[in-house]
């Protein structure tokens, strides 16, 4: 750590926290934009990317080391989109910038990582105040990954915002799960 701090020492505008990001994430106020970076242990990935969801307001952007298998799905869209990468791309247009072999870390480990970067979207698609329920509108949604969308929502509802009622949740392209959801609130 002290090496780092002695590389970016002449860079007053960085800080570099080292700590449980689960405990300081959720407890850090600011009134500024602010940027992220770091290494994301594969089997915390997603509640600390949850946590930065919540920061949406201040967070401009997040570059993060994480497992190449995590950064692929992060990315993927429909036909082939997940819950996690529906909802953080609800908030963030996510991008795959670099694959790092294992063999530049020591120790080697068994998997390649991959930086990603999500930049926050000018606005949203959904607001922050409803962000809470849509995370649960879209756990319900993904519940069933194998069934077909008419056995988790209604029929009716689907057609009325252009759904086929056959589709799978992977899919429905995160827009239309923005439709449905406003539809549901409405």
Not at 17 to 38: A, M
Request: charged residues 25%; aromatic residues 10%; positive net charge.
């Amino acid at each position: 750590m002290q090496k780092l701090r002695r590389s970016f020492s002449k860079h007053p505008n960085l800080e570099i926290i080292e700590g449980d990001i689960l405990s300081w994430l959720p407890r850090f106020n600011s009134e500024r934009e602010f940027k992220l970076i770091g290494s994301l242990p594969y089997y915390i990935s997603s509640p600390i990317l949850h946590e930065v969801v919540k920061k949406c307001p201040q967070v401009v952007r997040g570059v993060f080391m994480v497992q190449k298998e995590v950064a692929v799905k992060l990315v993927k869209k429909a036909p082939d989109a997940s819950y996690l990468s529906t909802y953080l791309q609800t908030f963030f247009e996510i991008t795959l910038l670099k694959v790092v072999p294992s063999t530049l870390f020591e120790p080697v480990p068994k998997v390649d990582g991959a930086v990603v970067q999500l930049a926050r979207l000018d606005k949203p698609l959904v607001g922050m105040d409803q962000q809470d329920r849509y995370k649960s509108f879209l756990h319900k949604g993904f519940s069933k990954p194998r069934k077909m969308l008419n056995k988790v929502f209604a029929k009716d509802l689907l057609a009325e915002v252009g759904l086929d009622e056959k589709l799978r949740p992977q899919h429905i392209p995160v827009e239309k799960w923005v439709d449905l959801f406003k539809k549901l609130m409405a």
